[in-house]
């Protein structure tokens, strides 16, 4: 018989709910959820009221200022980090040095020194931690990473990597936290994260040298007043002006939104829905990244947030040939009201693999799709994390502290880059090597 274990969230927002289903859905017979932990006793009653709904009892909720109080009375296995990035090195550090398995949602974190305290505290700890980066099992990507294992491009020598956020998941940081720096390292760290891990785990190498350009160019009161748009309002929801706004989200016509946030803003005053045309924004938009890796490869990365359609085009050629990826994922532009924002975690709406023999013939590689959120990836991490016989691993997709490490390194060095116009050497950042 299967050891029950423990599992305890801090960080009730949106993300949060991936893992308190799993828990007490899927994985209920040898999971429990032991306690709940977050700024917002609304946020919190909202996920019991889900659970109470399904004839579960409610888990125990604790205040962001109980978290070690928490620990000390539920003692749980595992705590599962999904509060804003900021905050990730604080929870991650103080749970590890308090006995507990950690699981953290990307990015890892934001910052270099936050980075060094999470460093610190694992090491002290004998514990382990482990970063959700769910792209690395849909089956496109992972059928992307087998061909590239098994030698179709030789040894890679460049990526050529695009990611396209459209105006609908890409306007959508914009409207929220995320758009000050501050909270979320901008979209090099926070989105940006989930691609670099692809590239690394790709080519099975890290980052050694990162140079980045990259700026505010969409968003913005200053961008939109520069192409003679002009708004009158700081937020959506029970703006009448915003009706016709193609890129407004009302928080009073989803029932997450309401209860997660809506409800919430007394008692926080966090505003989920802000004019992507306001102020203040201080995350960039638009961004261009070129990397050397430790194996010799060269990246080439852009990422736009208000592209017309989102997906991703990528290509590795090595010393035998080349492969290509397009991946389409979403291309409705629907009046956003909260699910259209959410359609680009859906199942991929289009996908293609073509590879390129250096004198062979070319063809189109079998790309396999499966149903579930981020192309059929969160199901099969779900399974690696919470069962206690996960299937075996080849392609080595759960991502270690290591590997959450390396991806967050290109981003904190593409902004620093970006600061002072220089390439940055990330070895004299962090130790890579110590795997």
């Known amino acids: 018989m299967n050891e029950r274990k423990r599992y305890a969230i801090v960080g009730t927002g949106s993300r949060a709910g991936m893992f308190v289903d799993a828990i007490t859905t899927t994985y209920a017979e040898i999971a429990d959820l032991v306690g709940l932990c977050d700024l917002s006793r609304t946020r919190m009653d909202w996920y019991n009221g889900q659970l109470r709904a399904r004839g579960l009892p409610p888990a125990p909720q604790y205040h962001a200022e109980d978290f070690e109080r928490m620990i000390a009375e539920r003692k749980p296995d595992t705590v599962i980090v999904t509060t804003i990035d900021a905050w990730h090195h604080h929870y991650i550090a103080r749970a590890l040095e308090l006995g507990c398995d950690v699981i953290s949602e990307k990015p890892l974190t934001t910052t270099l020194d936050r980075l060094h305290r999470i460093d610190a505290a694992l090491k002290g700890s004998g514990k382990s931690l482990r970063v959700t980066f769910n792209y690395r099992f849909a089956p496109a990507y992972a059928r992307f990473r087998q061909l590239i294992a098994d030698g179709a491009v030789g040894r890679p020598l460049l990526v050529d990597f695009s990611w396209l956020l459209d105006t609908s998941h890409g306007a959508d940081y914009f409207r929220r936290w995320h758009r000050e720096k501050e909270n979320s390292g901008g979209l090099l760290v926070h989105k ?91 995350a960039e938009d638009t961004m261009a990244v070129t ?23 990528v290509a590795v050629t090595g010393t ?43 063809c189109v590689v079998d790309a396999p799709q499966a149903a579930g959120g981020h192309g059929g990836a969160d199901p099969l991490m779900l399974e690696q994390i919470f069962s206690p016989t996960p299937p075996p691993d080849p392609l080595e997709r759960s991502a270690s502290f290591m590997d959450g490490a390396a991806s967050i390194l290109v981003g904190i060095a593409a902004n620093m880059s970006m600061e002072s116009g220089e390439m940055v050497d990330v070895a004299e950042l962090f130790d890579l090597s110590a795997t």
Do not use: Q
């Open 192 to 282: 940006a994260t989930h691609h670099f891990d692809l590239v690394n785990w790709w080519i099975a190498s890290y980052p050694r040298r990162v140079f980045a350009l990259g700026d505010l160019m969409f968003y913005g009161k200053s961008n939109a007043a520069a192409r003679g748009e002009h708004y009158g309002y700081a937020r959506y929801t029970g703006e009448a002006t915003a009706a016709d706004d193609p890129f407004a989200l009302f928080l009073d016509r989803k029932e997450a939104f309401r209860g997660l946030y809506l409800a919430a803003e007394a008692e926080t005053g966090y505003i989920r829905d802000r004019n992507v045309f306001g102020e203040p924004i201080t």
């Open 291 to 313: 990397a050397r890796y430790a194996n010799g490869a060269l990246l080439s990365y852009c990422l736009v947030a208000y592209a017309p359609w989102e997906g991703l085009r």
């Open 320 to 362: 035998r040939g080349r492969l290509e990826m397009d991946i389409i994922e979403n291309v409705t532009h629907l009046k956003t009201d909260g699910e259209s924002a959410a359609a680009s975690k859906g199942a991929f709406k289009r996908t293609e693999i073509r590879a390129f023999p250096m004198f062979g013939e070319p």
